[in-house]
């Protein structure tokens, strides 16, 4: 679905470099890396949002830089995870802003529209949020709400910023469990950057290692290796 | 807010309106009767003083205090919307100061004549200036502080300007920055409405990409919001709003910020859809009442515009102020 | 150190001019409400009182006739140009707005310097100009300077003219120049034919055409109250002023709207502001719809403003006899001040 050839990723220096990855559907890549080594702005640079030193990015064999933001939003969705709420914003209005690159000029919602907004809403378990205010609700549940608004967008492929911050243990664990499912039943993309190493391993998933300068993908890893790698 | 609950605000505000430009209609020194109303419009007899009052004086001064009202309003939404910050208001990129800056010219050298004129050519230039800057520029802060200093710069410029203009030339910039609504002329309206008209058609266009712009540009330009070419067109109807009005009354302080916020407090909601017909609503009530006001005290104490809004927005900025900081 | 020094000079001084300063008793002002001047054994003592403040007096002697004057205002320019003093005069505020032909030609042959304004003056200025004395009028209230100044050893002089209630006391002031000038029998003498003319020109009754006075600036028309100095001056002249019967000495802020009823029937309208129709227009696009704009005939001064401010505080009775030939509907040529507005 992605790939990334001799890309460097960075604001004014290079930050992390990425000779040749190929990110297929179907699968839930887990970022893995030292806090500040440049996982977020590897996220970032994927999403369209930020851009690359050097390389090329392309989504299905065409270049990233050739789509029109639109076409990117149907495309990839990237969770803001720093989302601090709005005033007087509904939840259930945020999540249904996911739409919005399917809606028309004026933004209005079809009967679909909100059926996907009420089934991602009972996937995470936050049916219960939808009428309440995004900025009187915790950072735990307002965490949920930004996962769930990228879900909404219903693209193919997903990335996620660190998206378990403010979770207690059982939602991660949940989260993770639900990003595997959507993918392999979807067939979805998913990259997420993340410091929850053990739930990633009993998941199985594959890693993207971030270390040394260089982004690589393994498909199995174990614990000792990351960690050696991460010192 | 319940859909219906909002539904029925709407028409209360809608029902107001009509009041309220009643009492600004009667509210004048002159008492008139209803004929000379109707007849100002249908068989206008220039020799009449009721009639010429009606349709030079009352009529200009209603449609200025609801356009003005609303088009602040609006203004003061786009920027409050875009900077993610409700204390923005339809100055903050000193698009007024362009106009200013013209105004302080024509009156300090002497050429009164195309006031207005040069009133809009100084807004647009400076609206203009912005939106070029803005295309250049990726980070919003920055346009901001280019805003804040060419706001800057143009009041140290009219400021250099009056320490050399005679007593007169003084008096009339001074009157002219304190607001007013009457200097309009009933020839001059209806390119006014025009403009006013297309300003308010081309807000509807606004409405998804300003409720995208509610949760960040980075996040609105990940659901594929075009984040420059949206920024131009905002900077661009503000222009259109803050220039029109600045222009023709000069500027008028409070309202752009004040406004926004009380629809949003009072609707509670961040769809423009309905702010923008609230604060349209709103903001021409708000002005309609506030200058009716100044008219009733006009026997007893002359104030100017300025001074009324003042008196009225800055407590309710430092009411905002209290609210946000708790 | 200097400071102090200063202070005890001006003490010492101070004891010095008492003894000489028992005046014989008698003021010599006769109309003006806040001048005072006292014939000494060896000068005059000069007693201005502040119109507000009861308890503030200013009180100086004067022996010798002031070599250098700082003026601040037009008004003493005029007082000074009728006792052929002009030469006194070392500073003056602004030659835009200076009337008198040799005052104009002085300043550009560099005999006196020009300060700006009252309130921001160059101190450095002034004592370049050798002023000894600095006359003000402290329409903002007060002269921030005057302490500096009293502590440079110039003597500031207030001028409150321009409080005076009535039009001989103002020109009254004339003789505060004649005492700085040396020429007080001078002084008394102009002021007394002016008295005479002023009296001889007063009008018993009001049998004019409705007069209105005055003009928009911002969203008021301002015109002059019914017990205003000005109001005064029009009922001596025979000008019937519509607002003669409203209270208050200031001005009256009124809507156009109120203006435009209650002018309906006015045929003389004084001191728009501008000499011409065309500017009245320009200002304030609304002012064609007045009922007098096209009714009445208009009158101001503004054509040759420097001279109506420069010499009308002066000269009342030229001001009271162009009004009254305004009011008398007589043909209008030969004016001091006015003159009609096309």
């Known amino acids: 679905m992605i790939q990334l050839t001799r890309v460097s990723v960075g604001y004014s220096g290079e930050l992390l470099h990425a000779e040749k990855l190929e990110l297929e559907a179907g699968k839930v890549y887990a970022l893995v890396g030292r806090n500040g080594i440049g996982k977020s702005t590897f996220i970032q640079t994927i999403s369209g949002i930020q851009k690359q030193l050097a390389g090329e990015i392309t989504m299905n064999g065409q270049l990233i830089s050739e789509y029109n933001p639109r076409e990117i939003a149907e495309f990839i969705s990237l969770v803001d995870t720093r989302f601090e709420g709005v005033e007087y914003l509904k939840v259930k209005d945020y999540l249904a802003l996911g739409r919005a690159p399917f809606t028309d000029a004026f933004g209005r919602m079809d009967s679909n529209d909100w059926r996907i907004v009420e089934e991602v809403a009972s996937d995470l378990s936050i049916q219960h949020l939808l009428e309440k205010n995004t900025d009187q609700i915790s950072d735990g549940e307002r965490q949920l709400c930004s996962v769930g608004r990228a879900f909404v967008q219903e693209t193919p492929v997903i990335l996620l910023d660190e998206p378990t911050a403010f979770l207690d243990y059982i939602n991660r664990k949940k989260l993770l469990e639900l990003l595997v499912r959507l993918s392999r039943e979807k067939k979805k993309c998913i990259v997420l950057s993340t410091h929850d190493l053990d739930l990633c391993l009993d998941q199985k998933v594959p890693f993207l290692l971030a270390a040394h300068g260089t982004v690589s993908l393994h498909e199995t890893l174990s614990k000792e290796t990351i960690i050696e790698a991460m010192s | 807010m319940k859909d219906w609950t909002l539904k029925w605000m709407f028409i209360c505000l809608l029902c107001f309106l009509p009041l309220a430009m009643y009492l600004h209609l009667i509210s004048g020194q002159i008492e008139l009767s209803f004929a000379s109303y109707l007849d100002s419009i249908l068989n206008f007899d220039s020799k009449n003083t009721s009639q010429v009052l009606v349709r030079e004086f009352r009529v200009p001064r209603l449609l200025m205090a609801m356009m003005a009202g609303a088009g602040l309003s609006l203004s003061g939404m786009f920027m409050q919307t875009l900077f993610k910050n409700p204390l923005a208001g339809p100055y903050v990129l000193g698009i007024n100061s362009g106009a200013s800056l013209l105004i302080a010219l024509s009156l300090m050298t002497g050429v009164h004549f195309f006031q207005s004129n040069f009133g809009l050519i100084g807004a647009f230039a400076a609206g203009l200036l912005m939106m070029l800057i803005a295309q250049r520029l990726k980070s919003q802060i920055t346009l901001l502080l280019v805003g804040l200093m060419f706001g800057s710069f143009t009041s140290a410029i009219v400021s250099i300007l009056e320490s050399f203009a005679g007593a007169e030339s003084l008096k009339s910039y001074t009157m002219w920055s304190m607001g007013s609504l009457q200097q309009v002329e009933f020839g001059q309206l209806g390119i006014i409405l025009v403009i006013f008209a297309l300003g308010i058609v081309a807000s509807f266009l606004l409405v998804k990409p300003l409720n995208m712009l509610v949760i960040g540009e980075k996040s609105a330009a990940l659901l594929g919001l075009p984040i420059k070419a949206t920024r131009m067109f905002v900077l661009l109807l503000t222009a259109l709003f803050a220039g029109l009005i600045t222009a023709f009354c000069g500027p008028i302080a409070f309202v752009g910020i004040a406004i926004p916020n009380l629809s949003r407090i009072l609707f509670q909601t961040t769809n423009h859809r309905y702010l923008i017909i609230g604060n349209i609503l709103i903001g021409a009530i708000f002005l309609l009442l506030t200058d009716a006001f100044i008219q009733v005290l006009e026997g007893h104490i002359s104030i100017p515009l300025n001074a009324l809004t003042s008196i009225i927005g800055a407590p309710f900025v430092v009411f905002l102020l209290i609210r946000k900081l708790r | ?342």
């Open chain 3, 1 to 342: 150190m200097v400071v102090l020094l200063l202070c005890l000079a001006s003490c010492s001084n101070q004891e010095k001019q008492s003894q000489q300063t028992k005046s014989t008793g008698v003021n010599i002002c006769r109309y003006s409400k806040y001048l005072g001047v006292f014939k000494t054994k060896n000068g005059y003592l000069i007693r201005i009182q502040h119109p507000d403040n009861q308890k503030k007096r200013f009180q100086f002697y004067v022996s010798n006739a002031a070599q250098h004057l700082a003026v601040l205002s037009s008004t003493h320019i005029g007082m000074l140009s009728a006792l052929n003093e002009e030469k006194r005069i070392a500073a003056i505020t602004d030659i835009r707005y200076v009337y008198s032909p040799l005052v104009k030609k002085r300043f550009k042959q560099k005999h006196m310097v020009a300060l700006q304004n009252e309130q921001t003056m160059s101190v450095d200025q002034l004592l370049r100009s050798k002023s000894e004395y600095v006359v003000y009028s402290a329409f903002s209230g007060s002269f921030s300077q005057e302490e500096r100044l009293e502590k440079l050893g110039i003597h500031c002089i207030p001028n409150f003219d321009w409080r005076e209630q009535t039009a001989l006391g103002r020109a009254e002031w004339l003789l505060l120049f004649g005492v700085l000038s040396a020429k007080v029998p001078e002084a008394v003498e102009l002021f007394k034919s002016i008295e005479i003319a002023y009296e001889r020109a007063k009008k018993e009754n009001v049998n004019s055409k409705e007069m209105i006075s005055g003009n928009v600036t911002g969203d008021f028309w301002y015109a002059p109250a019914g017990q205003s100095f000005m109001s005064e001056l029009f009922k001596n002249s025979g000008l019937n002023y519509i607002y003669h019967g409203t209270k208050g000495t200031g001005s009256l802020a009124y809507s156009m709207e109120k203006v435009m009823k209650d002018g309906s029937n006015v045929k003389i309208w004084l001191n728009p502001g501008f000499s011409s129709k065309n500017e009245i227009v320009q200002v304030n696009p609304k002012a064609k719809y007045m009922p007098f704009f096209k009714e009445a005939r208009i009158f101001c001064y503004t054509h040759d403003g420097n001279k109506f401010w420069e010499m009308s505080t002066l000269r009342p009775d030229w001001l009271l006899e162009d009004l009254a030939q305004i009011a008398a509907g007589k043909t209008t040529k030969n004016l001091h001040f006015y003159k009609e507005v096309k």
